[in-house]
């Protein structure tokens, strides 16, 4: 498979839907995409350290902006980072020879998919799930008029940017859904049964912002029946809660490339990062081992400058000025990233259970984030009116494959599971703060949030479905 130039969004986001009547407008991009009249390509790295924040970094609680534009030259050299791509998945090419098994295609359609990869998709989605169990991910969103189970007023979790209740979303039908996979039931998270089943464990959060939107939603649901002590530092972005009476844990580890990250600029975070692709971020690696559960995750901060180092040595860069550096893509560095991550679980001699929770789509509709692009939809999509643009099929492709070598290696050590987010959340253009998540401020614009999740909202199906992994988990435990 070859990551080609012509894949990158250069050009308007280009709708390709199935309900034509919505088509004009719309365009589901994950990454940011340049208009074609985009000037002076080799110079758009400058003004990429110029632009404004969105309003939800604030220093406080630093944040990340969502995925700055792509300023990748026509000349980027994707080649190369295809070249080390495969030598780092080894199933990649492998033939789907399994036609027994294959069913009618229900799930949503891959917009860069030939037949060749979405059968592909297919089978090594097949090989990283638990097969003598229900898909809980595959399904499609369902009314519930009992939603939401929480609110801004009964959960003091909520992170301000999320919080859109509070800055008067005037909607609630986005609180009304639930997940419905195709071939079971996806039970409601139950607070009081999930500390039943937590007791005695840990569980960690590793990964940048919408890890800690997941965090945060668990937290909220558990309300109802218990709240944690707070033992986090007031400006750290890594928190830690403990549920004592439940002797029940949580660990946030903010790290949002998951390996060895340094700034090229230490006042500034505009600036590009150095990653040190085969090296794991020690700061969660080293601690992971004391954990049962891990709930891993990364994704759209890939797409920001970033000059990556392997071995310790300068191998490339996304977006950087230098003519003399080798200009791979973001897949390049997120396939290592994941790599890496997973190995250094393997490693640390982690004896529990680690999720992958795969990539959520963000959902800028007419134009960039920093355009004025919005997500203003007010009920999920179905899943023929949708589909996953090729950014986001090539990072969930890459998950898989890294899942997969993880679930190779860890045999003897910890287990490795998916945590299948990206088909439900694609689903969701509704569920996102928008321009709720700060009050409006006279003669000033904000760009709009579309890559976080309102909480209350469709986030907390994540814990649905966490509930469910850890009951399989610990039933198997029993059983074997
Ligand atoms: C929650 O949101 C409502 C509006 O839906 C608002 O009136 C109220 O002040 C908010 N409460 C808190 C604690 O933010
Ligand atoms: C939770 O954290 C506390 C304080 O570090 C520790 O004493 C306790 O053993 C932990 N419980 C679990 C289940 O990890
Ligand atoms: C690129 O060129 C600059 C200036 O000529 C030099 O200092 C630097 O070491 C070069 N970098 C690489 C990776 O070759
Ligand atoms: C906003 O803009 C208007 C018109 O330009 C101006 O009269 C007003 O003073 C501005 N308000 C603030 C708070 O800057």
């Known amino acids: 498979m070859k990551f080609q130039a012509s894949e990158l969004p ?14 004009p407008l719309i365009a589901l991009v994950i990454v940011i995409t340049i208009p074609l009249y985009y000037p002076a390509l080799r110079d758009s790295w400058k003004q990429l350290y110029k632009t404004a924040l969105p309003p939800y970094v604030d220093s406080i609680t630093p944040m990340e902006p969502p995925p700055t534009e792509n300023p990748c030259s026509p000349d980027c050299h994707h080649d190369k980072a295809t ?4 030598h780092l998945a080894p199933i990649r090419k492998n033939n789907d020879k399994d036609k027994r098994k294959r069913r009618q295609q229900k799930g949503v359609q891959w917009k860069s998919s030939s037949d060749d990869q979405s059968r592909y998709r297919g089978e090594i989605r097949r090989r990283v799930s638990d097969e003598d169990q229900c898909d809980l991910f595959s399904g499609e969103w369902v009314p519930n008029a009992n939603g939401p189970y929480y609110t801004n007023d009964t959960c003091n ?46 569980l960690a959060f590793v990964g940048d912002s919408v890890a800690r939107n997941h965090m945060q939603s668990l937290i909220c649901l558990l309300s109802k029946v218990a709240n944690p002590v707070d033992m986090s530092e007031p400006l750290d972005q890594n928190q830690r809660y403990e549920y004592r009476e439940e002797d029940f844990n949580i660990s946030m580890f903010w790290s949002p490339y998951l390996v060895k990250t340094e700034k090229t600029d230490p006042n500034d975070e505009r600036r590009p990062f150095k990653l040190y692709l085969d090296e794991p971020d020690l700061h969660w690696a080293s601690q992971i081992a004391l954990f049962d559960y891990v709930v891993i995750s990364a994704g759209h901060w890939f797409f920001r400058p970033t000059y990556f180092h392997l071995r310790g040595r300068l191998a490339g860069c996304l977006y ?67 589909e996953l643009e090729d950014y986001g099929f090539q990072l969930y492709l890459i998950q898989l494959e890294e899942l997969r070598v993880a679930q190779e290696e860890g045999r003897s050590g910890g287990t490795f599971k998916l945590f299948d987010a990206t088909v439900a959340m694609l689903l969701r253009p509704d569920g996102h703060p928008s321009r ?45």
């Open 436 to 480: 709720y998540g700060h009050w409006p401020v006279e003669n000033q614009t904000f760009a709009n949030d579309c890559v976080h999740w309102c909480l209350p909202g469709p986030i907390d199906a994540w814990n649905d479905f966490l509930h469910q992994l850890l009951k399989r988990e610990i039933d198997r435990l029993f059983i074997a």
């Open 83 to 86: 070249a080390v791509d495969n």
């Open 320 to 386: 950087c000025p230098e003519p003399n550096v080798t200009h791979l893509t973001a897949y390049f560095s997120y396939r290592h990233a994941f790599h890496t991550a997973f190995r250094a679980i393997n490693e640390a001699g982690f004896r529990g259970v680690a999720f992958l929770r795969t990539y959520a789509p963000s959902h800028f509709e007419g134009a960039a984030w920093d355009k004025g692009g919005d997500c203003v939809r007010r009920r999920p999509y179905r899943r023929s009116e949708v």
């Open 10 to 23: 250069v050009g308007k986001p280009e709708p390709r839907r199935k309900a034509s009547r919505l088509a």
């Open 157 to 202: 979790a909520i992170q301000e940017h999320q919080n859109c209740l509070k800055f008067g979303r005037p909607d609630r039908g986005f609180l009304k859904w639930r997940w419905k996979p195709d071939d079971c039931e996806l039970p409601l998270f139950e607070p009081r049964q999930f500390l039943q089943l937590v007791r005695g464990k840990s």
